[in-house]
């Protein structure tokens, strides 16, 4: 398995722009999870799904931010309008159902200018 | 309240000297823990979970429920083993709950 695939690796835009950050989770795992790191703030989770359904939201920083998964195999994080205090990494992990661990992806640098 | 606790934001020891990242945890039921580590702009990657009760790069890590503490530990540190660590908690639902994590860094 090629391991949980996020896009793209890098992104450098300017504020005010639309950021979108894709990921494909390993395949038969059914929850999938964003998070955001920064030097400031350390590993922080922004939103989970089970099944395909959003379960706990309550880490996205603000109505900026939002995230879908269509599918099993695919979500996105959305971030409209950025802003430069949204630059971070953003990791995208999976878990296969009823258990641990999780494995994450290589993430999204994001700069926002 | 569940919490993980990782007491050390910077540790730095010389190559060959031993190696222990600290971590506390505050949870009700039967803990599950993970040790996670994140190389220089790399994913974070499992080290070790407590049930595994294996070796991993040399590292091992007991859990002690009575300090409720997860320690890592490694005898003999080598420079390879420059890199953040996280201290994870996995609650009835599967999340996880992180520490703030400890840099290490391994002087030649």
């Known amino acids: 398995d090629a391991g949980v695939i996020q896009s793209p690796r890098h992104e450098v835009t300017e504020m005010g722009q639309e950021v979108t950050l894709r990921c494909k989770p390993i395949?038969?795992?059914?929850?999938l999870f964003w998070y955001r790191q920064t030097m400031m703030r350390g590993l922080e989770l922004l939103i989970y799904?089970?099944?395909?359904?959003?379960?706990?939201d309550s880490g996205m920083p603000e109505d900026r931010f939002s995230a879908k998964m269509p599918n099993a195999s695919f979500s996105t994080l959305k971030i409209q309008p950025s802003e430069p205090r949204d630059s971070a990494v953003y990791f995208c992990?999976?878990?296969?159902?009823?258990?641990?661990?999780?494995?994450f992806g290589d993430g999204t640098r994001l700069s926002i200018l | 309240a569940q919490r993980v606790t990782q007491p050390e934001k910077l540790l730095s020891v010389f190559k060959g000297a031993p190696v222990e990242l600290k971590c506390n945890y505050s949870?009700?039921?039967?803990?599950?823990l993970f040790w996670y580590v994140q190389y220089s702009r790399q994913r974070l990657q499992l080290l070790l979970r407590?049930?595994?009760?294996?070796s991993i790069k040399g590292f091992t890590a007991d859990l002690n429920k009575g300090e409720t503490s997860f320690h890592l530990k490694k005898p003999f540190a080598q420079e390879e083993d420059s890199a953040m660590y996280y201290c994870?908690?996995?609650?009835?639902?599967?999340?996880?709950?992180w520490g703030a994590g400890t840099k290490l860094i391994i002087k030649p």
């Open positions: 994870a908690l996995s609650t009835s639902n599967y999340q996880l709950i």
């Open positions: 799904f089970n099944n395909n359904v959003p379960i706990d």
């Open positions: 992990a999976s878990r296969e159902p009823g258990g641990q661990p999780q494995h």
């Open positions: 395949s038969g795992h059914n929850s």
């Open positions: 407590h049930i595994s009760r294996e």
């Open positions: 949870y009700s039921g039967s803990p599950e």
